[in-house]
């Protein structure tokens, strides 16, 4: 009974106002799950993927990085190393693989810049390429055991490691020890 009486009592304007402003906040709270939502994917189509790959055709040989990834990467970071001795440049990776038997001969092979690149989705660039020769041959098994540390960040400051062809997510940022990266100029 006194339910009744308290509905009757209402004044119809109050309830339409309180319904409105239910109505309101709910449609508030929606509209900011929506931009949520709507930024975790903008995020999702700037994410950048490099992979690494050995490249082998009748002309030679060699290694391709490619953003696989729909986002731009910045590399920041680009380590050569094996057995924990970092590499310098080329002739350093070619000396001490071969143990000082064979030199460099830029007639033979090309390389690309790595470090402070921007590679776009879908970009390929060349990091080293050998043509075909009997000392190319004999290098090539050589270079397996070498170790490729590629650390790149996306446009949005997310930072990702390339280590033994594994991408994992890093908090910290790029760890840039000048002793260690390739074809560091200071």
């Known amino acids: 009974m006194n339910v009744i009486k308290f509905l009757k009592s209402l004044n119809s304007n109050l309830v339409i106002a309180v319904t409105a402003l239910i109505i309101s906040g709910c449609a508030l709270l929606l509209s900011l799950q929506e931009i949520r939502i709507m930024r975790v994917q903008q995020e999702a189509t700037m994410y950048p993927h490099l992979m690494l790959g050995n490249s082998y055709n009748s002309t030679g040989y060699g290694w391709k990085l490619k953003n696989g990834g729909n986002g731009i990467a910045r590399i920041r970071s680009f380590k050569i190393s094996q057995n924990s001795v970092f590499f310098k440049d080329w002739q350093d990776v070619i000396s001490s693989v071969s143990g000082g038997k ?24 060349n990091i080293f390429s050998v043509r075909w020769t009997e000392l190319s041959r004999e290098l090539e098994p050589l270079t397996t055991s070498l170790n490729i540390e590629i650390c790149y960040e996306s446009l949005l400051g997310d930072t990702w490691l390339l280590k033994d062809e594994i991408v994992n997510e890093i908090e910290e940022g790029c760890d840039i020890v000048k002793s260690q990266e390739f074809n560091y100029s200071m």
């Open 102 to 125: 064979f030199s460099l001969d830029y007639n033979i092979m090309s390389t690309g810049k790595v470090r402070e690149v921007l590679l776009a989705a879908g970009e390929e660039i």
